[in-house]
């Protein structure tokens, strides 16, 4: 198992433990909705959210007369799960779409600059020729923070002057990205802005100035959201979609936080996929989601 995992994995060793016991009631002939009620408890603790909670005991209750035994039952429970996770939809892209241009959009402190460092270390790796945009000029010193990941990765990465339009710098890097032949590119964002709706409204700007340059672009738009936040990661996924399309996410700070069921909640109820997850704060420190071995470390 990998050092994601393994964290993963310990951290849900409380929920798996209590599920184990419930299922275990189950078996028993204890299936009376305090059990029932009890399992959609531990679920909801896990910050796998109420509706999502109470669908996946809902199915549990329906298909009860399948499963034997404890095995039976968690089998079913992984099945419902994986249902909701739709395990085919890893991340991909189109190696004929040349520069692919990735935006990475998010609340201010989830990890979004550190994401991408991650992602242009992991794609630099696999032999692909990665530039970076630092589309973050709100933020005394975002743009540095991208420089200096840059460096160390050995990225070009294309900024600007504090204060200038972050539509620009997104012109500009993509501009760079096509007269460089770069097979992908990866545009920070500021996280923060006067208000919500600026935020929200410059978001908007910088895809109709990339899509202007490279028509199609950018090719994907990727949230990053922090599993400590619970269920506000919910919130911030619903406030993102609605203001501009999504093509999944990215989970960061895994090791800091004992739960990952926001993963299903985030699944069921907007149907994103979560793409990759992150557990710290190197560069290693990224991999894809595998929703199988997800709901092997919950159930
Ligand atoms: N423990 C842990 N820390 C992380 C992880 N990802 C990012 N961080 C830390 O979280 C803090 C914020 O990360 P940034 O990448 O700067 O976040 P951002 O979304 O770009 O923030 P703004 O630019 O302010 O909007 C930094 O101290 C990172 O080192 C992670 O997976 N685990
Ligand atoms: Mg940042």
Redesign the pocket.
């Known amino acids: 198992m990998s050092a994601l995992w393994n964290k993963l994995a310990g951290g849900l060793n409380r929920t798996r433990m209590v599920i184990t016991s419930c299922l275990n009631n189950m078996i028993a002939g204890r299936m009376d909705e305090t059990v029932l009620d009890e399992l959609e408890e531990i679920l909801i603790s896990s910050d796998i959210g109420a509706p999502t909670a109470a669908l996946l005991t809902g199915r549990l209750k329906a298909r009860r007369g399948e499963a034997e035994d404890i095995k039976g039952l968690r089998d079913i429970l992984r099945q419902e799960m994986l249902a909701i996770l739709k395990p085919g939809r890893i991340f991909q892209f189109d190696h004929n779409i040349k520069p692919f241009v990735i935006m990475i959009v998010?609340?201010?402190?989830?990890?979004?600059?550190?994401?991408?460092a991650k992602l242009a270390w992991r794609f630099k790796n696999q032999g692909l020729n990665v530039i970076l945009g630092a589309g973050?000029t709100f933020?005394a010193a975002?743009s540095e923070?991208l420089l200096v990941w840059g460096q160390r990765i050995g990225c070009p990465v294309v900024a600007k002057a504090g204060g200038s339009d972050p539509s620009s710098v997104a012109f500009a890097a993509l501009d760079s990205a096509i007269q460089e032949n770069c097979d992908l590119m990866l545009l920070?964002t500021?996280?923060?802005l006067h208000t919500k709706v600026n935020l929200m409204e410059e978001l908007k700007k910088m895809r109709r100035v990339l899509d202007k340059r490279f028509s199609g672009a950018p090719h994907q738009v990727l949230l990053?959201l922090d599993a400590t936040v619970g269920q506000n990661a919910l919130n911030q996924a619903r406030m993102f979609h609605q203001a501009t399309p999504l093509s999944g996410l990215i989970l960061?700070?895994?090791?800091?936080s004992a739960k990952g069921g926001i993963v299903l909640a985030l699944s069921a109820e907007l149907n994103l996929p979560v793409y990759f997850a992150?557990?710290?704060?190197n560069l290693e420190?990224?991999e894809p989601f595998d929703p199988e071995k997800f709901v092997q470390a919950i159930v």
Do not use: P, Y
């Open positions: 998010g609340v201010n402190g989830v990890g979004k600059t550190t994401s991408i973050d933020r975002a923070q920070d500021a996280g923060r990053v960061t700070k895994l090791d800091s992150g557990w710290g704060e420190a990224l």
